[in-house]
């Protein structure tokens, strides 16, 4: 990547996405800040086999450094998705 380019995708709150949201959402002369959401979701298992899942969608501010937003602190549960693989039921398909 050259040396220009590097500063353009370096963080979140300091890359061209971020500036273009800045310049295209903010009136000038106010103190407004676009507020990025960094959303992540990823699948758990809850038993020793695997057949039960839970996938916990957590968020983060998008204002924090990056040294902070590596913390679990920074981070909040917004809900679980559950596995969608067991039918109304209650038997696993396969």
Known sequence: MPPDKAKEYSDINSGSRCRDAHFSLCQPGTIEVPLP??????KTHT?????????????TLGIFKRAVRNQPEAWRDLGFVPNQRWQKSGSYES
């Open 47 to 59: 038993d020793v086999r695997g057949t039960l899942c839970l996938e916990p969608v957590t968020m």
């Open 37 to 42: 959401i960094v959303p992540f979701i990823d």
